[in-house]
């Protein structure tokens, strides 16, 4: 360890992990990355090399051990009834259930929903009753006949945080400079600072302004596989991804019916990935999202509702940076829908230039220490919803005459996202803050040219963004892209005797010709009880155009996931480009090989009537579980097809038939594209 490393472990203790040994187990396993660096932080607390590499040993054999696969329930169920109790490794909720007024736990891949547990483990780890934890915890087996319930927590010991003290956050950062403490937060997200310039390492810093300053507006379009999505997907378990863009307002904002809140309410962050594709379902859900972005409040119904949600949109963009800032008819949120209108535009309070970042690489990740994941997610909550730097940072700011209303704030919550980040406890120099202003600026009047491209009438043409330097003098700030370009306004001249059909056609919007889609590699996060993730939704896409669709699902034997099998050749179906399905699964015996059998020819009479062929075969030996489609993607999930919750009521259960609506089990779902030969 050089003398930054050292000082690191010594302010933190406890809460430092070697990221290079994360990426070198990562790779073979499935497990969250923040249950991994528990683990490693646990075992590898050392730069012996004899120690790391027996501690490396007893973290994947903890593994094989005490983290159970869904898959794995009913061996990891019937394991704890014959040794009478049994360690895990697993996310655990707690539920109150109001009829019986108790509290039930529930194990996630253990697949357990009725686990008794003491009040003392619930009482003492908050997030237990918000939204569930990861933990290791002991599972005894109740024998008691009399008792309903066959499980009980006899052990529990959190793996993420379950108190965070802000006070020590802030000793440890006084140890280090404004420099050092950037380069520990990049390494900290798995980067390597010295291999990345200083401008280029503000970018990085801009993703996670969402994360620590309420109600911010972020938006990031670029080229593809820069990273822009992995950061609200994988980094916080405060955040979470929508793919594709679809949602309605009752998912996002207010469920009616349930007099319930919705994602703005229990996330810090929502992201949007693949802008491109936002569809919205009821006319409501624009304008609502505009008065959210507004002041943070929105109105539905009779319910007035305040929330502290940050939204983050990405994208991609496919066409030349130079011709978008310099065709007329063109600008930088090419990308986005038309749904996305000037109004909403208005509220981003920065644009990260994402064809700036660089293509994601392995020459880019760091082999030094960083802090634990789920230690600085917890910083970063604690920042989001316990310190304010507005008014810090408005009064230290001396902004020019065109800086008004919603280009002020925008600028100011940027200083204050810096604020947070890189000054907990502490104040910046003035040089520091000068650069956050710039920073700050910049990004706003990237928003603002493109406005006044879009709508040259005057009302954004104000594009002269400055500030008052200490010493006085005014400093113009511009966006490197457009720097020495005259921003074209479109002009529509009359004919001389213009009749008023000939005027009414000149004065029609611009019309753009609709881009081809190209999409883009998927890797994301669903979380416990998120909706919006119907087959269609999360990947019907990528399907179009396969002829050939290879499945590949050794756990293809409950009803419910031959259903799920059966729902998905029915997209498969729809979509209507395949003429072949085939599937290799497994089975326990010849039994049920004969009874599954059965059913999958019942399916391939049905699937015949639609001209398209399917073929299954048995492999004890498969376990992975992916599909392969012709046209090049390949689509994993975690869970395989069977990622959602059942119903407690089959008939009646709200997302019964739609299962868009219906809530998800917690999986990781990757979507990546075979590299033509």
């Known amino acids: 360890m050089d003398d930054l490393d050292a000082r690191l472990h010594s302010s933190f203790p406890g809460c430092v992990v070697r990221k290079d040994l994360l990426h070198q187990i990562k790779k073979g396993t499935n497990v969250p990355s923040f249950v991994l660096e528990f683990l490693l932080a646990k075992f590898c607390a050392t730069d012996d090399p004899d120690e790391v590499e027996a501690g490396i040993s007893a973290v994947v054999e903890t593994i094989q051990k005490n983290y159970v696969r869904p898959e794995e329930s009913n061996r990891a169920q019937s394991l704890v009834q014959q040794k009478g109790s049994h360690r895990f490794i697993d996310k655990v909720h707690v539920t109150y259930v109001e009829r019986e007024k108790r509290h039930w736990a529930a194990m996630e891949n253990f697949n357990s929903r009725r686990i008794a547990i003491s009040d003392k483990f619930y009482r003492d780890n908050d997030r237990l009753l918000e939204g569930g934890i990861w933990a290791e915890v002991t599972i005894a087996h109740n024998d008691k006949e009399e008792e309903d319930f066959a499980f009980l927590i006899e052990d529990f010991r959190p793996i993420q945080l379950s108190r965070f003290d802000f006070e020590a956050f802030c000793t440890g950062r006084a140890q280090f400079t404004r420099d050092e403490w950037i380069d520990i937060l990049l390494r900290s997200i798995g980067l390597e600072p010295d291999k990345i310039e200083k401008r280029l390492k503000f970018h990085f810093l801009a993703r996670l302004f969402p994360f620590v300053e309420s109600n911010y507006n972020f938006i ?104 978008l800032v310099s065709e007329p008819d063109r600008d930088l949120f090419q990308p986005l829908p038309a749904a996305v209108d000037l109004a909403l535009i208005h509220r981003f309070h920065t ?77 910046p120099s003035d040089i520091e803050f000068g650069e956050y202003l710039e920073y700050a600026l910049e990004g706003r009047r990237r928003v603002k040219e493109q406005l006044h491209k879009r709508k040259p009438d005057g009302e954004f043409a104000d594009l002269k963004f400055s500030y008052i330097t200490a010493d006085g003098k005014e400093r113009i700030i511009e966006c490197p892209e457009s720097i020495g370009k005259t921003i074209p306004r479109v002009v529509r001249e009359q004919p001389p005797t213009a009749t008023k059909e000939e005027i009414r056609k000149t004065e029609q919007p611009i019309t753009r010709e609709p881009l081809k889609e190209i999409l883009s590699e998927k890797h994301l996060v669903i979380r416990y009880g998120d909706v919006g993730y119907g087959y269609e939704s999360l990947f019907g896409r990528y399907m179009i155009g396969a002829t050939l669709v290879d499945v590949q699902d050794p756990y293809l034997r409950a009803p419910h996931q031959i259903a799920n099998f059966v729902r998905f050749c029915e997209l498969v179906a729809k979509i209507g480009s395949a003429k072949n399905i085939r599937l290799r699964t497994a089975s326990d015996d010849q039994m049920q090989e004969v009874a599954t059998s059965e059913k999958f020819d019942t399916l391939a009479s049905d699937l015949a009537g639609y001209d398209i062929k399917f073929e299954f075969s048995f492999d004890a030996r498969i376990h992975d579980r992916e599909i392969r489609l012709d046209n090049g993607w390949i689509i994993k999930i975690g869970r395989g097809l069977d990622y959602f919750q059942r119903v407690d009521r089959p008939r009646s259960a709200f997302g019964m038939n739609d299962f868009d609506l219906r809530p998800c089990l917690e999986t990781s779902v990757d979507i990546f594209r075979i590299a033509e030969s």
């Open 220 to 323: 990031e379009l670029g080229p593809r596989g820069t990273g822009k999505s992995y950061v609200f997907s994988e980094f916080s378990p405060y955040s979470t991804l929508i793919s594709g863009g679809q949602t309605t307002t009752s998912i996002l904002f207010y469920n009616n019916q349930r007099r319930r809140v919705g994602m703005v309410g229990f996330w810090d962050v929502v992201a949007f990935d693949e802008v491109s594709g936002i569809r919205v379902k009821d006319r409501d859900t624009m304008q609502i999202m505009k008065d959210y972005m507004a002041n943070g409040r929105f109105s539905r119904g009779p319910a007035e509702i305040t929330a502290e949600a940050g939204l983050a949109f990405v994208g991609n963009i496919d066409e030349s940076i130079e011709s």
């Open 351 to 427: 644009y990260l230039p994402g064809w700036e970042m660089p293509v994601n690489s392995s020459d880019l990740l760091t082999s030094r220490p960083g802090l634990i994941t789920d230690y600085i997610a917890e910083a970063f909550h604690y920042l989001a919803k316990h310190t304010n730097r507005f008014a810090y940072a408005k009064a230290k700011s001396k902004l020019g005459k065109a800086l008004r209303g919603r280009d002020e704030t925008a600028v100011i919550k940027t200083v204050a996202a810096f604020l947070k980040l890189l000054h907990p406890g502490i104040e």
